[in-house]
């Protein structure tokens, strides 16, 4: 799969806070969060 868009869930708060690990992310990875809304 080659997806355009993913987000990851269901991390554990040990891998550490959302601005530090997105940006070690690929470009079209990032973490979800609460309240994240996206159009299908």
Request: aromatic letters at 8%; hydrophobic letters at 40%.
């Amino acid at each position: 799969m080659k997806p355009d868009k993913a987000y990851i869930t269901h991390i554990s708060h040990q891998l550490g806070l959302h601005d530090e690990i997105n940006p070690t992310l690929p470009s079209n990875v990032e973490l979800a969060y609460d309240g994240l809304v996206f159009e299908l």
